[in-house]
Every structure is written in structure tokens, then in C-alpha cells.
């Protein structure tokens, strides 16, 4: 969870009023209880499916002004990518699992929040620790945001011990913004983050082809596998990023709630030390169509550069010694080269609560179609996708 969702978690129902439809205030004298079930499944045209269910709970006491919750998903990812199939790897499915808590307390204009959560994976290993507080000034009109989050990392080998072979990571992310209540039903946020990465992110799997210096030209972007094997040289080293990587991003949303709709869009720009650029913009607009059922159309679209050593084909080279040596810095995650991605969908959220009171069921459907083109990599230059998600909300006053 990011230090803004956490932030604007800690202002209670009344600060995300312009991003839903609005209910009851919670009582004063008692507990909120909120769970969530929630599945969703992702299929591309790359041959990898994710199915990931998801589980979620939250108990809070508005007058006391303390919350804790938790959450558990699993991923299962099937793949046959591109990629696999590139290094004759056969079909491989992989389960990760996903633990976070959060424990807050806003008893009146300063409140804070702590996040814990652990992502295990037979190979790789992340824990992080986080701390999120919000400070509301001039009357409640007016909100400052901050937080710092420590993440650490270990990448490894399926099988093979972590006391054999791993690579660390170490992550510090820092967080500041602002949220400004402009109206009585227009909230503005402006948050920056920065992120700042220690360890070796290269992927121990990941094989990059090598060619011989002049015929990476013969390749065009999209190019075969049978055609990329054709062409390469026989050696093909593992993939080798930087060892420091640092990421800034400045992130904008305007939320404003009509009678009976709500509009958010979103803004994000994004740089990094490695020469990566991206915009990413986000729009949301929820109709009501009656008292419990509503609409939800939703477009994004991501643009991007690609990082400074990325090649759509690497090419080999001689040394000093006359040695054939691959460059010093290779990746073939196409995820670092320029693309850009197109996104929309629609979510339906349904009360299904027999009348306004204690007790709130809401069932959303959400689907986004997502349609990837990338500029200037191998094997794929374009990647059609299709997320959907039901969820189950429950509110108990």
C-alpha cells in the first residue's frame, strides 16, 4: 500500500467521500468491521495466466480513533512467455504468497499508521516495514502526507538455498504530499515519492542473445525466436543490470463527487537514474444508475522511454586482450524499453443490502482490456491482455 492510501485511510469515510458514493457515518459509540473477498485473473497473449485470490479484513473504532487490518493473497502464474520458449524452458507455474497488516491510530488532527508485509516466492524473498502519518491543518481543509518504507529483498534460485546462492536489495522509500479539500466535494492530492535502490536486480534466469558487432541491424523490432536464433552468436550471458537504481515520481489527483457521479483523474510522471521517463494518466468516472447499483468506465494510458543501456539487440565486442566480451550492462526485460499501453474497463458495484442501516454488502465486477505495444524489443512487439476481478465487500457497524 502506498503512503497516500494509507494516509487518506487514517482521515476516516468523510475524506474519501468524493471517490464513492456516500453512506451512512459509522456510529460514535461502537466498532466498524470491514472485510473483502476478492479473485481476480489475468491472461495475455503472451501465454501467462495469473489467478490470484485475495482476502482482506479491517477493524476500527471511530471514537477512539484506532484501526488494524490485515491481508493474504496468492498468485498463481502459469507462463509459456516468449521468453521461455526462447531458452527452451518448458511451461512453469509458480505460487507466491502475500501477508500485510497495518495498525493505526488518529485519535484527533495527527494521526499515523504502521504496514508490514512479507512476499514469499520459491525464489525470491521480500520483507517491508513502513510508516505513514497525516497532519490536518486549517480547519480539516488541509492535509499534509509523509511517510518512509524499508523493503528487503532476496532473490535466489528455485531449490537452491538462500545460504548457497542469493542476491540482496535493499529498498528506502520516502513519501510527501498534500491533499486539500477545494470544495464540499472536491478533494485535490499532489504526492512525491523516491525510491532508492542498493543490491543487484538482475534476474538469475534471464539469458540476453548476443550478435556479432553490425547484424543486430537484420533484426526489426518483433523478431522471431526461430529469426533471433538464426542470427545470434553462441554465447548469451546472464542478464546484468546496475547495482544502485534511484526513482522519483510526482503524482496528482483531483476527485470531485456530483449528485450523482463521481470523476477522479490521476496524473503520474516518473524518472529514474537508469534514463527511464514515463507518464501515466488515469481517468474514473462512477455514475449512479439508482440508489445501489452504479457504473464505473475507466482508461489509462502509460508512456515510456527506455533506460539508457537498453538494445533491442545486443552486440558483442573485443577488449584490450582481444577477447570477445558481451557489454557491460544487458537486460532482456522488454519492460525497460520504450512502450506504450492502453487500458480500459468497466466495474459494476451492486449494494446488495436490503435496507440502509449496521449491516453493507457491495459486490463489484470490474474487466479491463489492456493493449501493450513495445517499440523495440525482441520476440514481442505487441501484447493484448485481459484482467477481470469480482469482489465482495462487507460492512458491519
Known amino acids: 500500500m502506498t503512503a497516500l492510501a494509507l494516509a487518506l485511510a487514517l482521515l476516516g469515510s468523510g475524506r474519501t467521500a468524493a471517490t464513492a458514493p456516500r453512506r451512512p457515518a459509522p456510529p460514535l459509540d461502537g466498532l466498524v468491521v470491514r472485510s473483502n473477498l476478492e479473485t481476480s485473473v489475468y491472461v495475455d497473449t503472451d501465454n501467462v495466466t495469473v489467478v490470484t485470490p485475495t482476502i482482506s479484513g479491517s477493524v476500527e473504532s471511530p471514537l477512539s480513533g484506532w484501526s488494524v487490518g490485515g491481508r493474504y493473497l496468492v498468485d498463481v502464474v502459469t507462463a509459456a512467455s516468449a521468453d521461455i520458449v526462447a531458452t527452451a524452458t518448458p511451461r512453469w507455474r509458480e505460487v507466491r504468497h502475500v501477508i500485510a497488516g497495518t495498525a493505526g491510530y488518529k485519535p484527533g488532527d495527527l494521526g499515523g499508521a504502521l504496514q508490514a508485509s512479507a512476499s ?47 542476491r540482496p536489495l535493499a529498498r528506502h522509500a520516502l513519501h510527501a504530499g498534500t491533499s486539500w479539500i477545494a470544495g464540499r466535494a472536491t478533494i485535490v492530492t499532489a504526492v512525491v515519492d523516491a525510491l532508492f535502490e542498493r543490491g543487484d536486480q538482475s534476474k538469475p534466469y534471464r539469458y540476453v542473445p548476443m550478435f556479432e558487432p553490425g547484424a543486430g541491424d537484420d533484426l526489426p523490432a ?127 458495484h451492486c449494494d446488495l443490502s436490503r435496507t440502509a442501516g449496521a449491516r453493507r454488502w457491495v459486490l463489484s465486477l470490474q474487466a479491463d482490456g489492456v493493449l501493450t505495444e513495445y517499440l523495440d524489443a525482441l520476440y514481442v512487439a505487441r501484447r493484448n491482455a485481459l484482467f477481470t476481478a469480482v469482489s465482495l465487500d462487507a460492512t458491519f457497524d
Open 120 to 166: 514469499i516466492e520459491p525464489d525470491y524473498l521480500s520483507l517491508a516495514l513502513g510508516a505513514t502519518g497525516a497532519w490536518e491543518l486549517h480547519h480539516d481543509s488541509v492535509t499534509l502526507l509523509f511517510g518512509y518504507t524499508y523493503a528487503g529483498d532476496t532473490a535466489g534460485r528455485t531449490t537452491t538455498p538462500f545460504e548457497v546462492f542469493s
Open 222 to 348: 518483433g523478431a522471431s525466436v526461430d529469426l533471433v536464433n538464426r542470427l545470434r552468436a553462441h554465447e548469451r550471458p546472464l542478464e546484468q543490470l546496475p547495482l544502485s537504481r534511484e526513482r522519483f515520481a510526482l503524482t496528482g489527483r483531483l476527485a470531485h463527487r456530483f449528485s450523482t457521479s463521481t470523476l477522479r483523474f490521476e496524473e503520474r510522471v516518473y524518472v529514474d537514474t537508469w534514463g527511464l521517463m514515463a507518464s501515466t494518466s488515469d481517468a474514473l468516472y462512477i455514475f449512479d444508475l439508482d440508489r445501489r447499483l452504479s457504473l464505473a468506465p475507466h482508461v489509462r494510458a502509460h508512456l515510456q522511454t527506455g533506460v539508457d543501456f537498453w538494445r533491442r539487440a545486443y552486440e558483442l565486442a573485443r577488449d584490450a586482450q582481444d577477447r570477445v566480451v558481451p557489454p557491460d550492462l544487458r537486460t532482456g526485460d522488454r519492460e525497460l524499453g520504450p512502450l506504450r499501453a492502453f487500458t480500459g474497463g468497466l466495474g459494476l
